[in-house]
């Protein structure tokens, strides 16, 4: 393929506005790409930043503000030697080919970023920006894709536009100077627009005409991206305060009975055994298999289940995919719609999936919140020996522990009132906080009781769970989530990683297995600002775009299709229509009563705004043009627009110039005054300029121009009434 640099130069100012708008539109598509990957939180640190370099050194190239240009010695260099940098990646840093290929990858797609001249280096970042586009739609099931997808078929459709133009123009022996050309872009630009909008107009009808059903084809290929600690067999102390300074969805509930949402706990799992430092459950123990029929399993038996007035909750759980395989339930769940072919049953009453990680999941749930949180789990005998001995089992201690339980609980009578006076000494006497350890403590449980008496929710459980065993009360640490924030846009109960939780369970005679939550409110908790409310209709177009895009498929056309039949089975249009004209008459009357003058006064504004902006717009740009032509930067283009410039000066004085006449012609048909003479040179001069392309032209055009504009009609002699071909009729 033959070399074709552009007309002169990379981001030099006499560069073609054409071949501005296709670099640009390139930049975009490469950008829109970049960006989709990058969502997908597949790409390292270095890698994001390195890229985002290269586009914001190629836009500054484009503009003319900096110049690179490296030689061909250099760039295949760089590519030897990384290389063999290749291997040190693979062998020491990533440790796995896939993430080494993809640093090699974008290696190679910098240096084409910033070295690219040539219509076949063009060809390649094409090719370049189709590959980021297609991997993130592998990688990538968020919103953030569709966004940049847009982005990409706008600049895709500039690009391949602008990309003809430029092959046509570029041909040998092709020479286009016409002063209009530098408003081609903005038409070109909005033709771009136009064809982008009929393209998803079309496809978007067919997108929800045809449902998908394989929109798992290549998860398999994908694994997972994003773990969040503390939800599975074991939790590490501190782990839960590093995930709750963030702020991302895991879980969305709908509520269906109660159609408002409540203040409750979502429980994960139970932890029984700790160390010091971690609380984990016995790998001996296994999990029991609870068969799923259909898709419906029921969690207790008839004989265990409360009676018909205990209050109920219906619920559906639609789960992120954060690396657990834990199921979620607020209360006590009875039934649950899953589709999976088993559940397993722990014996702290947690429920986990078969097959790993619960991403992508929902499941429909049925539970009661009376009582205790798992009085389905007591035998009638209250707990076995061995049972019990599992949740009082201690490590080795700080002494000063236990003798802190005794001074809180002295006195009391029985087990409950125990547990709830330390619960009540944490939550009051000890302060909140999400502020991590700066370096690792011996013993962490008693640095936080004695010495920093500060920390987040798996520090007080794990303090009063401990205290308890100390007291001869078995208890055990319960991971899970807080109520969350509820979002009207959706409808649905948002439970973020800010609102990770845990919590005590105490087995209490009488009672059995029951809740206590020693940790004290959050003082810095999140209000309902407006960043929140951004953040809520972010969250909104997320749901949206995982129900109807994502999981579209013939139950939601089906869905789709209901609703639409609903709507057109209700009132006539006749009958509502007089309704709505009153309502809507009312609404304007008392809208134009409060804001009429000042919407007149902006219709005012406006209105001038549409007929003498595009004038004063012209006139400004005319004006710094001029100002160009005399500092001597000028274009072939300019001869047209000087021209036009004096041929408006004549025709304010009578003098217009038919559209069939040349500009020599002109010259030769206009009568005799003191102003053919300056006709004359600025002829001569339009078209050394145009023709010859001598630049040095333009300033004496202007000043010539400049020197007619300020000769009287009077005294030019063009101002008097004439009756030949050239005056205006």
């Known amino acids: 393929m033959a070399s074709i640099p552009l007309a002169a130069g990379l981001g030099t100012s006499s560069s073609s506005s054409v071949d501005s708008l296709f670099e640009f539109a390139l930049l975009g598509m490469l950008t829109s790409g970049f960006l989709a990957v990058a969502g997908s939180g597949y790409l390292d640190v270095p890698t994001i930043a390195l890229t985002a370099a290269a586009l914001v050194l190629r836009s500054l190239m484009v503009l003319g503000v900096v110049r690179v240009r490296l030689s061909p010695m250099v760039v295949n260099g760089a590519a030897l030697l990384y290389i063999g940098f290749y291997a040190l990646d693979y062998l020491f840093i990533s440790r796995e080919p896939l993430p080494a290929t993809v640093h090699l990858l974008f290696f190679l797609a910098i240096a084409k970023v910033i070295t690219a001249h040539t219509n076949r280096d063009y060809t390649y970042l094409k090719v370049i920006a189709f590959l980021e586009v297609l991997a993130a739609s592998i990688l990538s099931s968020n919103l953030n894709f569709s966004i940049c997808l847009a ?33 081609m872009p903005l038409r070109l630009s909005l033709m771009a627009l136009f064809i982008t909008g009929g393209i998803l107009s079309i496809t978007s009808g067919l997108f929800f005409f045809l449902p998908r059903t394989a929109s798992a084809a290549f998860q398999h290929l994908v694994p997972t991206r994003y773990h969040l600690p503390g939800f599975s067999n ?28 409540l203040s409750l706990k979502w429980r994960g799992m139970s932890l029984g055994q700790f160390d010091g430092r971690r609380w984990f459950n016995a790998a001996a123990v296994r999990d029991d298999k609870v068969e799923v029929h259909r898709g419906f399993v ?23 995919d954060f690396g657990t395989d834990t199921l979620f339930f607020a209360g006590v769940p009875e039934y649950v719609n899953v589709d999976a072919p088993m559940l397993r049953r722990a014996p702290g009453g947690s429920y986990r999936l078969p097959f790993g990680s619960t991403g992508g999941i929902t499941y429909h749930v049925s539970s009661y919140l009376d009582g205790p949180s798992a009085r389905a789990e007591i035998p009638a005998g209250g707990l076995p020996p061995y049972v019990r001995a599992e949740y009082l089992e201690l490590p080795q201690l700080d002494p000063r522990i236990a003798r802190l339980a005794n001074e809180w609980t002295a006195g009391l009578p029985d087990d409950a009132a125990r547990a709830r006076a330390i619960e009540s000494h944490l939550r009051s006497d000890f302060r909140y906080s999400l502020e991590l350890l700066k370096t690792e403590v011996p013993d962490p449980l008693s640095y936080f009781l004695f010495v920093r008496r500060a920390g987040h929710c798996e520090y007080f459980a794990s303090a009063m769970a401990v205290m308890l065993r100390t007291m001869g009360i078995p208890s055990r640490v319960v991971t899970g989530f807080q109520s969350g924030i509820y979002n009207p846009i959706s409808g649905l109960q948002v439970i ?26 959050d003082p810095d908790v999140l209000r309902l600002g407006w960043l929140t409310k951004i953040g809520l209709y972010m969250d909104a177009a997320e749901t949206f775009w995982q129900d109807w895009v994502l999981n579209y498929d013939l139950d939601h056309q089906l ?27 009312q609404s304007v009357a008392t809208f134009l009563k409060q804001y009429g003058v000042s919407l007149s006064a902006g219709l005012i504004l406006v209105a001038l705004a549409i007929l003498y902006g595009p004038a004063l717009w012209r006139s400004l740009k005319m004006r710094r043009r001029m100002k160009r032509v005399q ?3 000028v274009d072939q283009s300019d001869a047209s627009l000087l021209y036009t410039r004096m041929l408006r000066t004549l025709e304010r004085r009578g003098l217009e110039k038919p559209a069939w006449v040349t500009p020599d012609e002109f010259v030769r048909l206009m009568p005799p005054s003191d102003s053919l003479p300056i006709v004359e040179d600025v002829t001569a001069l339009y078209n050394d300029l145009r023709f010859g392309g001598r630049k040095d032209a333009g300033p004496r055009m202007l000043a010539l121009i400049e020197q007619l504009e300020r000769t009287p009609a009077a005294v030019s002699g063009i101002g008097e009434p004439s009756t030949g071909i050239l005056a205006r009729r």
């Open 559 to 585: 869905t789709l299709a209901t609703r639409m039949q609903q709507s057109g089975r209700g009132p006539s249009w006749f009958e509502s229509a007089g309704a709505s004209l009153e309502r809507y008459r």
């Open 298 to 320: 029921q969690l207790l038996e008839d004989r265990q289940r409360p009676s018909f007035r205990t209050m109920r909750l219906e619920y559906e759980v639609q789960m992120k």
């Open 234 to 261: 074991e939790i590490t102390l501190g782990q839960l305060g590093e995930i709750k300074n963030q702020s991302i969805p895991v879980m969305h509930v709908r509520f269906i009975r109660p159609e408002k949402p």
């Open 151 to 183: 982005f990409y078929l706008v600049f895709g459709v500039v690009t391949f536009t602008t990309s003809e133009v430029r092959r046509s123009t570029n041909r040998p022996n092709v020479r286009v100077v016409r002063a209009g050309l530098r408003r």
């Open 496 to 521: 973020r990683t800010s609102d990770a939780h845990s919590w005590v369970e105490a087995f209490i005679p009488h009672d059995g297995w029951t809740t206590f939550d020693p940790t004290p409110a």
């Open 631 to 633: 500092r001597g930067v």
